[in-house]
Structure formats: structure tokens, C-alpha cells
T-cell receptor, first 108, second 113 residues
Framework: SQQGEEDPQALSIQEGENATMNCSYK?????LQWYRQNSGRGLVHLILIRSNEREKHSGRLRVTLDTSKKSSSLLITASRAADTASYFC????????FGAGTRLTVKP | NAGVTQTPKFRVLKTGQSMTLLCAQD?????MYWYRQDPGMGLRLIHY???????AKGEVPDGYNVSRLKKQNFLLGLESAAPSQTSVYFC????????????FGDGTRLSIL
């Protein structure tokens, strides 16, 4: 069963804009991970944030975690057409469970 | 460095047929996983392995069997294929525990008619 739920389900923006995707979950977690999936390919790990961390950065990616609200957000700054993909959050307690994903389209 | 390789990439089966999906990793990872991905749903864990010779059930194991005879290979078998098993199957591996980042193959697209 899914643990994380991404919002929105789909997002379309222009190149250069920022993209924000959210993930909500229901139970306590050990860590939360974000993955990217290009069309027809496997998932690629982007970033892991532990339950005692509030924010992490990796290049143009910024992830926040609010355990009191049981939510996380992924911000992609200065988006590029190559960022077009589906983005999944995975919540980790004893198991890793994936949400249904946000489909991001970046128009050139 | 190939990472995680899945074969075949596509397959069409008739109901009742059997087949085996192969996953190979060259990263010397201990943990390996099989997932299925269906439209509108996240990945669901079918079976996993914490090391050579071990297997364990995931969230949706019914209708599938697995084997890990060699550390680098993880096989997923469908004993008697059903239309409900039409899906995209992903294999993944991780060096340490199940809570660590996983490396994925590019999937096997399986259709059961």
C-alpha cells in the first residue's frame, strides 16, 4: 500500500521557472527519498532526507521535511526541459513505499 | 559499468504461460528487489533478497516466485501468467539495508493476453 502521496499529480511549467512538488504521508518514518523517472526508464535516486533533518540541497534541488505535518517538498529551481520526468517520494520505516508520483513537464 | 540490467525488455505472454525475468547487477550489492509499476500507482514490492541464497515476500507476492542463487542475479518467475500481472517490472539493488537508496534497472514491460 502507498505511504506517500504526491501533489500535484501533474505539473506543467516553462523553462526557467521553479517547480514544487509535495509529498504527504501518514505514519512515522526513518527517512524520505525522492526519485526521478524519465519516460521508459527506471527510477533514479535524487536525494535522501533523514527524519531528524529539515532541509537538504543538491545542486538545483531543495528538499524540506516537516515531520510534525508529515510532509515533504521537492523544489527544482531554474527548471530545464531535461527535468521533464515523473518524480516519486518514497517513505521509509521498516519498508520503503512509493507514492504514485508527480508528472512534471517543462516546456522550452 | 552497467549497474542493474534486466532482460527481456518486452514480452507478451498468453494466459497460463510461464516465464522468468532476469535481473543482474555488477555493483556487488547485497540487497535486491523486484517491484511492479501500474498506472496511477506507486511501485509495489513483490519479493526481495537480503543476500545470496535468501528471499522474502514483499507487499504483493502472490503468483510470483524468486531465486537468488548467485549474489549478482535475482530471478522473478511467473508460474501461470494472468492478465492481472500485466505490468512493468523493475528490479533494484542496494548495498546495505532496505532503507537505503536503491539503484534501478530500466524495466521489463510484460503483457498477458
Amino acid at each position: 500500500s502507498q505511504q506517500g502521496e504526491e501533489d500535484p499529480q501533474a505539473l506543467s511549467i516553462q523553462e526557467g521557472e521553479n517547480a514544487t512538488m509535495n509529498c504527504s504521508y501518514k505514519t512515522s518514518i526513518n527517512n524520505l527519498q525522492w526519485y526521478r523517472q524519465n519516460s521508459g526508464r527506471g527510477l533514479v535516486h535524487l536525494i535522501l532526507i533523514r527524519s531528524n533533518e529539515r532541509e537538504k540541497h543538491s545542486g538545483r534541488l531543495r528538499v524540506t521535511l516537516d515531520t510534525s505535518k508529515k510532509s515533504s517538498s521537492l523544489l527544482i529551481t531554474a527548471s530545464r526541459a531535461a527535468d521533464t520526468a515523473s518524480y516519486f517520494c518514497a517513505t521509509v520505516d521498516n519498508d520503503m513505499r512509493f507514492g504514485a508520483g508527480t508528472r512534471l513537464t517543462v516546456k522550452p | 559499468n552497467a549497474g542493474v540490467t534486466q532482460t527481456p525488455k518486452f514480452r507478451v505472454l498468453k494466459t497460463g504461460q510461464s516465464m522468468t525475468l532476469l535481473c543482474a547487477q555488477d555493483m556487488n550489492h547485497e540487497y535486491m528487489y523486484w517491484y511492479r509499476q501500474d498506472p496511477g500507482m506507486g511501485l509495489r514490492l513483490i519479493h526481495y533478497s537480503v543476500g545470496e541464497g535468501t528471499t522474502a515476500k514483499g507487499e504483493v507476492p502472490d503468483g510470483y516466485n524468486v531465486s537468488r542463487l548467485k549474489k549478482q542475479n535475482f530471478l522473478l518467475g511467473l508460474e501461470s501468467a494472468a492478465p492481472s500481472q500485466t505490468s512493468v517490472y523493475f528490479c533494484a539493488s542496494s548495498p546495505l539495508g532496505r532503507n537505503q537508496p536503491q539503484h534501478f534497472g530500466d524495466g521489463t514491460r510484460l503483457s498477458i493476453l
